[in-house]
């Protein structure tokens, strides 16, 4: 199924399982989709089942959205506990449409928790209240992490066999009947080569044929290429290989502070999404991958780098990627919003070290090479999603594998030919529904939603909504007599502001420093995520 076909299905409100190999589009698609929604006045509940999968898009943990937390089971008290809970209950009441990426990764249980959630504060029977659910993911890639338990006879670990349940197994999964969207086209690899290679362990076939290629990529420890980020099943690893290159390099270090503002749950949960780190430390020399998108200045997630230098006026980084071209990189801000509103934000150079990456982290990462080590690969898919991470073969450096490196898990194989049937089955039946049935359908969709079918009038509606402060004939009148008023901040400005303010400058010297209000500078602050509140 194409992305367009799968965009189309989803505009009509059925729920949906949106999937398909790695770099088929699935979060482009998704992006699409809540685009559309919010140029019709509907806010999504966009989630994801881990910190990391969250800030891809922009939202925040299902557990965190959902109210259970770190919960295993739902007893009757914490399920009332949730429903009392004003914003949470507020939270699902008013969602339509509730989608959660990385599916793959939440166990049947948890799924089915936060169904139960989901019912009960809607008071309604349906799967999830009766809101849209689309769920988003690949059961290839990494499965659900759940405490390992042991048979006491046998002494084998019960995640190999039957007992592994994914989110698919669950009764709500099969209550809900999601219409299968299986994505077809690949944006990632143009290797052939290695997308047969990478096909044949989707569909258990990988043979020597496929091994001797991999072969031809074996490289020994002592030949490691430099400035190419080496991915690691275990983090002790990665933060070994990443502190001990920096401080081999020559040169004075550069710390960057990540700045936070919001509930400190909301804020810790960013972070451990975050693939910049709390405190960012860089040489002149390094090698650094880029953490956020951003192809207007050059660069997306994945982007490798050296560091050059640092900027004389700011001192952030400036770095030379491999196409030569060269960044001044400042930083950003990842944050979760709720319903259009910012809830929390942090903000840092969005850059870390790459010598080494954990495989884990390395989901949703597109690299043109990498060194891998798949000698210590303990978990099903993961040394698939390590390999699906780099775009062909010539990009591989693999310095070893075992067993399991090449295997997914057994019961995703027969799954896995149900879904692509379901998906040509989905396809074909509506492919047979006329272009005006299906725009009535989509319509139909958006008003129950309580949403627009006609973007326009809300683009209209949101221009007259715009701040007075912002009409030039109010800005000349105003500023006979204040000349500053509405006056926008520059990156000097604010780089000044946050100096002075963390040397302890009261906000009634900086009034005098800017030439501007008590207010402008406190929403200047607030929005700089320098104090709490603005006001």
């Known amino acids: 199924m194409t992305q367009k076909q799968a965009l189309s299905i989803l505009k009509t409100g059925a729920n949906v399982f949106l999937t398909g190999e790695p770099g088929s589009g699935k979060t482009h698609t998704i992006n699409e989709f809540v685009d559309y929604l919010r140029e019709r006045g509907i806010e999504p509940a966009i989630t994801a089942s881990t910190g990391i999968a969250a800030t891809h898009i922009g939202g925040m943990t299902i557990h965190s959205w959902s109210g259970i937390g770190i919960k295993r089971n739902l007893s009757k008290y914490d399920l009332d506990k949730i429903g009392t809970t004003e914003y949470l209950a507020k939270r699902i009441r008013r969602t339509k449409v509730l989608i959660i990426d990385e599916v793959s990764m939440l166990s049947a249980d948890t799924l089915s928790m936060i169904d139960a959630v989901c019912r009960e504060v809607r008071n309604e029977y349906s799967p ?23 048979d006491e006879e046998s002494q084998i670990s019960l995640l190999d066999g039957p007992r592994a349940l994914f989110a698919c197994d669950s009764s709500v999964w099969q209550r809900l009947q999601p219409i299968v969207c299986y994505l077809t086209e690949q944006h990632r690899q143009d290797d052939k080569k290695f997308l047969n290679i990478l096909s044949a362990i989707r569909r258990n076939e990988f043979g020597e044929d496929h091994l001797d290629q991999l072969l031809a990529r074996k490289i020994e420890r002592a030949r490691i290429p430099a400035d190419i980020p080496k991915l690691f099943s275990h983090n002790l690893n990665v933060d070994q290989v990443n502190d001990e290159t920096l401080s081999r390099l020559e040169g004075v270090i550069q710390n960057f502070f990540m700045m ?52 004389d006026l700011n001192r952030q980084p400036i770095i030379k990627i491999r196409s030569g071209h060269k960044i001044v990189v400042e930083p950003m801000e990842w944050v979760i919003e709720e319903n259009g509103k910012i809830k929390a934000r942090v903000s840092q150079i969005p850059l870390r070290l790459a010598w080494a990456i954990t495989v884990h982290k390395s989901q949703g990462l597109s690299l043109e090479e990498a060194v891998m080590d798949l000698g210590a690969v303990f978990e099903f898919g993961q040394g698939y999603v390590a390999l699906s991470r780099v775009r062909r073969l010539s990009g591989l450096h693999l310095l070893g594998w075992n067993e399991r490196a090449f295997k997914v898990h057994p019961i995703i194989l027969e799954k896995d030919q149900d879904f692509r049937d379901s998906s040509i089955d989905a396809e074909e039946a509506f492919s047979k529904v006329t272009d005006s049935e299906l725009v009535k359908m989509q319509e139909n969709f958006i008003t129950a939603c309580g949403g627009t079918t006609h973007p326009g009038d809300l683009k209209e509606k949101k221009k007259k909504k715009k701040k007075i402060g912002e009409s030039s004939d109010f800005l000349a009148k105003i500023r006979t007599n204040h000349p500053n008023a509405y006056r926008p901040w520059d990156k000097a400005e604010d780089q000044k502001l946050k100096e002075l303010f963390n040397d302890g400058n009261p906000v009634n010297n900086l009034v005098k420093t800017f030439g501007r209000k008590t207010g402008a500078i406190k929403a200047r602050l607030f929005k700089l995520g320098l104090i709490e509140e603005p006001w």
């Open 128 to 150: 999830f209240g009766g809101m849209q659910v689309v769920l988003v993911g690949d059961f290839f890639q990494l499965p659900p992490i759940v405490r390992t338990e042991y």
């Open 260 to 311: 936070e503002h919001g509930p400190e749950a909301l804020v810790a949960a960013l972070k451990k999404g975050c693939l910049s780190p709390d405190k960012l430390s860089l040489k002149i020399g390094a090698t650094v991958m880029f953490t956020k998108n951003n192809p207007k200045e050059g660069f997306v997630n994945g982007t490798l780098g050296v560091v050059e230098g640092f900027s």
